[in-house]
């Protein structure tokens, strides 16, 4: 069993930068693929970024390509999505995932394991 304990969420302004961070409990050093996913009032949970667990690939939704980075430290068990040049549209509910995902890294069924998620609001 994995837990998953998400941080760095909060309230910044439209095109301002924010760090999540995602701990889990237990080694995860080349073993599991970790993903995060986000969820807004009213739609349904999507993928936003992940990245393997030797950390050699990683991969995003389109939608945040170019303004989020996202790394890991195996040592701490960690992994930083580094978000920039925020909008309003990436208000959500983000969600930590781990699994060992293969080819479904953008799905949730690529992951068994999950967060209780950060609240991220970009507003004015």
């Known amino acids: 069993q994995v837990q998953l304990v998400e941080s760095g969420g909060g309230l910044v302004q439209p095109g301002g930068s924010l760090t999540l961070s995602c701990t889990a409990s237990?080694?995860?050093?080349?073993?599991?693929?970790m993903g995060w996913f986000r969820q807004a009032p009213g739609k349904e949970r999507e993928f936003v970024a992940a990245i393997t667990g030797s950390g050699g690939s990683r991969y995003y939704a389109d939608s945040v390509k170019g303004r989020f980075t996202i790394s890991r430290d195996n040592a701490k068990n960690t992994v930083f999505p580094q978000m920039r040049s925020l909008k309003p549209e990436d208000t959500a509910l983000y969600y930590c995932?781990?699994?060992?995902?293969?080819?479904?890294?953008?799905?949730?069924?690529?992951?068994?394991?999950w967060g209780q998620g950060t609240q991220v609001t970009v507003s004015s």
């Open positions: 237990r080694r995860t050093l080349g073993t599991y693929a």
């Open positions: 995932e781990a699994g060992y995902a293969g080819r479904y890294v953008y799905s949730q069924s690529g992951y068994d394991y």
